[in-house]
């Protein structure tokens, strides 16, 4: 946990602030950190080091999953059922999209999927 995180929880926990601004305050720094690692996004595959997945609905985060890139082609293997599952019922196809990591046909962001209330978005990042 980082210590941003730790003062919003100690604030709250001495009753500083409430659960309501608690609540918005830890909303906003995951957001700056959201904003940070789509400024690393990189310009070619050979650059990233991770793979990321964030899959968003009707505004609650679902699926967010961040590893080495190295492990990009156990994806399958090791991505939890309940995230296999969204990506699926977005249409994203995990294997196609590994396998195009492995030829470099991909650079930054790999799917930006918006769709209502729904996001999925997998990038590379350094």
């Known amino acids: 946990m980082n210590e941003e995180r730790k003062k919003v929880l100690k604030m709250l926990d001495q009753g500083k602030i409430d659960v309501e601004e608690a609540n918005k305050l830890l909303s906003s720094l995951e957001d700056s950190q959201e904003e940070k690692m789509l400024e690393t996004e990189v310009e070619t595959v050979d650059e990233a080091s991770f793979l990321k997945i964030l899959v968003i609905e009707d505004g609650e985060e679902k699926v967010n999953i961040?590893?080495?890139?190295?492990?990009?082609?156990?994806?399958?293997?090791?991505?939890?059922?309940?995230?296999?599952?969204?990506?699926?019922?977005?249409?994203?196809?995990?294997?196609?999209?590994?396998?195009?990591?492995?030829?470099?046909?991909?650079?930054?962001?790999?799917?930006?999927?918006?769709?209502?209330?729904?996001?999925?978005?997998?990038?590379?990042?350094?």
């Open 66 to 126: 961040t590893f080495p890139i190295g492990l990009a082609k156990f994806l399958n293997n090791i991505i939890p059922e309940t995230a296999q599952s969204k990506l699926t019922e977005k249409g994203i196809d995990l294997e196609k999209v590994i396998r195009e990591i492995e030829r470099g046909n991909f650079d930054g962001k790999l799917v930006d999927i918006e769709d209502g209330n729904s996001r999925v978005e997998i990038r590379l990042g350094k």
